[in-house]
């Protein structure tokens, strides 16, 4: 399976967007906390796993 990076942004976009609209709708804590606090959270997470999991596939493509 290939992963271009607008399909990878994308889905990691959707997942985070889903993610906020869920707490938001769940009304498990404020607003003002979910936007400013919890989903630069969720993004920044988002964009280090994505970016161990390339390098961990690149090293998976190099190895016989």
Do not use: W
């Not at 989903?39 to 920044?44: G, H």
């Amino acid at each position: 399976m290939e992963f271009s990076l607008p399909t990878t942004a994308g889905v990691l976009i959707a997942l985070v967007a889903a993610g906020t609209g869920a707490l938001v709708a769940s009304s498990v804590m404020p607003t003002n906390v979910v936007l400013m606090m919890v989903t630069p959270s969720m993004l920044v997470f988002a964009a280090v796993c994505a970016a161990i999991g390339v390098k961990h596939g690149e090293y998976r493509a190099g190895t016989p």
